[in-house]
């Protein structure tokens, strides 16, 4: 019998053809994040990363708005009545898929914009491997417009993709910019009109499902862990996951491209992929 399809409350999941589209499902709050979408978050992402109609994930938000970021009634002012545990509990669930599963997930994700982007919602955008987003979206670091300071881990979330002047200029003036800006100040890899931004995103995403899945996820790991790294650490971790890799991976990949380009001379690697 086929599995499930995850969510269906505040998250939902659409399966095509090895594409997992997963939308924040809060439309009249402008897909503001709730504990409750953080707890049904945690268990999609979940049980997409053993689902075999998943290759990649496209995290995006049903209506206008990608995410208005965290729900200032329902995460905030709900939870400040809350006891200690109670509201740790509530902030883990977040951390949990904005960043701790997003970081290291073992799949390929693509954040597609499709509108509002603020504060809170930076986080999973930025933990997405890449981003796409409509050139008219509008994004902004909100927080101190409303009092409080870029707190989660979204300080440090922005920190990892923009420059300091850049980040800074926007954490203090809470102004708003676009799409095509946000691609500018490095958060997002392209921006493109909202006609086109879901074939787009479908595109990059088919990209990725042909290659070597298990090469692709250690490709994205090796990156994400060595630039934590000094330069000793990561030149010997990665030659040490280069051999790993080849170990793990079912299809010998390395070898197939070795074959293929020195001895059958049928393909380059620098201009595509190996015949897998
Ligand atoms: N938290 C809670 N509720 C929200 C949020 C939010 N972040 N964003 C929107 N909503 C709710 C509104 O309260 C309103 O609810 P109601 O219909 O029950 O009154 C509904 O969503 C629609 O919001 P409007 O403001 O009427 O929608 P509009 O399309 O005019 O504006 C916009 C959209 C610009 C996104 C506006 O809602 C907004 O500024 N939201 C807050 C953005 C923000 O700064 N988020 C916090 C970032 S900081 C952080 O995440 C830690």
Redesign the pocket.
Known sequence: AEKPIPGGKEVLVEFEDGIAWVQLNRP???N?MSVGLAREMNEVLDALETDDRCGVVVLTGVG??FS???????FFRATDGLSDIERHRAYRSTRAWQWRTLMHYAKPTIAMVNG?C????FTPLICCDLAVTDEKAVF?L??I??G?IP??V?SKAISTVMGDRQALYYVMSGEKFDGAKAVALGLANEAVPKEQLRARTAEIARTLLGKNPTVLRQARMAYKYAREMTWEQASEYLTAKVDQTNFVDPERGKEQGLKQFLDEKSFRPGLGNYVR
């Open positions: 009249a709050k402008r503001a206008e708005a208005a970021g965290m729900d200032l009634k329902d509002w603020f504060g809170g919602a902004g909100s927080e417009n409303w409080v707190g989660g979204v």
